[in-house]
């Protein structure tokens, strides 16, 4: 007898289960590559991540075998430079931060209770512009081609005079093509954590993965738009030269460090905390016990993400700042010790509280252990003042970084991949190879990565092609690269292993091995689960006896296609009580068109082909709007019965929709972005007044453009009160020719400065220009959505399509009058 | 179920209480930062240490009254509070500079 506080009874009505399976089918053949749901994409985007893995590992081999021995000529100085740039920029931006987002991606529905993603295509997206660019991006390799700057590119010698060839071009564009993936990737990762949790998974009961990749993904939008904003600006003065960098005309070098490391510092904790949320999950599991001191652990992780924000100019400790400035990041970089520290006692409570099972995943855990004490205690080392100039630039800081990013990064991952292969596949992975591999990567590490510290302390600067013999670095060296293969040695393992074990299978997988607490280990198909769980606890496998058979027989909400189609359910955001039920989109070809067409523009810029980029340019927002096209659904379906007595509608708009927050994390994106130009003009004003001019144009300029742009923001109000009475948003149309006409005031207002003159033209044409771009982007989604209502496709009800465009111009109007209170009245204020 | 008054619509309040703490930090960061900087530059860094001391004092009394208004152990209150603990420490931490080092060298 089904108990009577289940939401729904048994027996289940015939075909429910096959109506699911029907919906959630997944392509076959060639139309694999038009498949959306996460249980692909995810596989997909994980499978790349490892491939640029390896593909940078090979790069660090051919590395470690030129320093072997002095005086070596096994490749060239150049060959070197392209080889440490691609190595450092392939693992930072096209393994370790895909990695995560694509381990989020396949396993954070699963872990939530959702059927997938609210944004499917937007995964697919994401994960295609990702592939396409980064692939691309890597062969430049082969044609001599790669960029040689270091992976911080710091100018002047990214600059156009000491970098002449298309390197730096491929990797501003490149590197900021692939970071818009990656936000695709956060926006997808924040709006599902907070919407689509099961019934009663509060934030109280979140899993810490789920917790360290809300963290992650937040961070990244507040982190990436800094190093978007950087490659704008060194990608403008490359080609058009304006002088952002550049000392002689106002710029200054030091702007790119700043832009660079304010995202460049977070992207170490952005690598580390979904990594550290991993083994909060695996050592819980492996002990036996529920994870000691949950909530401090997550205090720890929101704690991390922001002090991590607090940190960057420790990566600047030698460029001439003022000592109670570097006192102050000295200072940060030590609190941020604090935190990191609550976890790793917590996970060591919890293994001393629990009975250990001493399997593949513990060793590697504990492996991390080891590793990333030693990482964070060099870390602390160098956020001394003088110790850093000490070591700065040298083999010491090389040992550190890889101690705290292997350590805190792959060490965990590679746990994490020996833990949750059951999930995804028929069989385990061997656990007597596992050791194998276990015992490699961690001595093959530590013998490649330890002599190291020694090298840097007496003097082996980073980044040398070659060293003469004599100064007493060629012993370590030598050690270092048989410590390198060892290391290669062991994924070569591992890999071995997977394609010996690994057979993937979402129904037949080799189930739940490790008996783990969390509901990513119930039994699953490709629409994930059969019903969605009703959690009480953070281990609802453990605390709820009998959870995975009720699922299984239908027995919680939703527990079939509600709509026909793909769907899953929308909760709270705090206490995760059920709102709605969303309908997600099947398998299509437009994410993929759109984001190989995207990859095009960009690669096409890079070459300075201006009309093939123009003609992917098109061809890529004709995909996007032909995708945007199908995304609001009508509104007239009836809602439907989930269980426990709830219908609840499959329609919404507003706050409530999945595509309001949405827009509210590209609007935060978006302000972050801005806010780094707006950054970069007070930096450039302290640096450089006398680039700044005496007299500023009219104020009649400022006060049209904004008059302008205040009465675009009142049409597009007055078109929502039409909206609201019947469907119609006329006055969108005299909102576009506002909006325009304030741009073009504002370029009028500038006519006498040129931006190639000064740092001060530069910036004012930088920030006036991205005003224009936003206002671009604004009339697109105006004349998207008065489309739409010519189509019949919006009214009163289905209206998300006007709402995301209202959200947008007001955004974009707010945007613009702080552009015109700096440009105009900044200089003024100051006299 | 109206889904109209679901509590969804609370997460844009609980957050900012969340993070009230982190975020006087933040300023907190940012203002001792940004007028050191532009103190040096400038020439009137002898004002620096009464400004970064007045806004340290400033920034953890905020920190401390913030603590002090969600205690609790409800999981929103305790964990405002305990993030507003840990701006407190690290405002305090980083204010402790500007007795030992002085601003402009």
Known sequence: MTPPSLPNPLPRPAGEREALERAWAPPQGWRRLSAVNNSKIGVFYIATALLFFVLAGVLALLMRAQLAVPDNTLVSAATYNQLFTMHGTVMMFLFAVPVVEAVAVYLLPAMLGARDLPFPRLSAYAFWAYAIGGLAFFCTIFFGASPDGGWFMYPPLTGKQHSPGIGADWWLLGIGFIEISAIAGAIEIIVGILRTRSPGMTLARMPIFAWAMLVFALMIVFAFPAVIAATLLLELERAFAWPFFSAARGGDALLWQHLFWFFGHPEVYIIFLPAAGMVSMIVPTMAQTPLVAYRLVILALLAVGFLSFGLWVHHMFATGIPRLSLSFFQAASMAVAIPSGIQVFAWIATFARGKVQMKTPTLFILGFFFIFVLGGLTGVMVAVVPFDWQVHDTYFIVAHLHYVLIGGMVFPLLAAFYYWVPYTSRNALSERVGRWVFWLVFLGFNVAFFPMHITGIIGMPRRVYTYPAGMGWDALNLISTVGAFMLAAGVLLLLIDVARRFRMSAEGNAGNIWNAGTLEWLPNGNYSNRSVPRVTSAYPLWDQPGLAKEVEEGRHYLPGSATGGRDTLVTSAVDARPQWVLRLPFPGWAPLVGAWFTAAFFFSLTFKLVPLAAVCGVIAIAALLHWGWHLDPPASHPPVDIGGGLRLPVYVSGPMSQAWWAMVVLMLVAGSLYACLLFSYLYLWTVSPQVWPREMPSLGFAAASALLLLSSSGAVALANRRVKRDGGCWPLAVAIPLFVSSVIVNFVAQAEVSPRESAYGAIVYAIVSWDAFFAACATLLALFALARRRAGLLDRERRVTFDNARLFWHYSVAQGLAGLAMVHGFPRLIG | ?105
């Open chain 2, 1 to 105: 179920m109206n889904p109209g008054s679901g509590p969804g619509f609370s997460f844009p309040a609980t957050a900012l209480r969340m993070s009230s703490g982190v975020i006087v930090w933040a300023l907190h960061f940012a203002l001792v930062y940004g007028y050191t900087a532009l103190a040096c530059a400038r020439g009137f860094g002898a004002s620096v240490p009464s400004v970064v001391g007045g806004a340290t004092a400033a920034a953890a009394l905020i920190a401390l009254g913030l603590i002090l208004a969600n205690l609790g152990h409800e999981f929103t209150r305790w964990m405002s509070a305990a993030l507003a603990a840990a701006a407190l420490l690290a405002i305090l931490w980083e204010g402790l500079s500007v007795f030992m080092v002085p601003a402009c060298a």
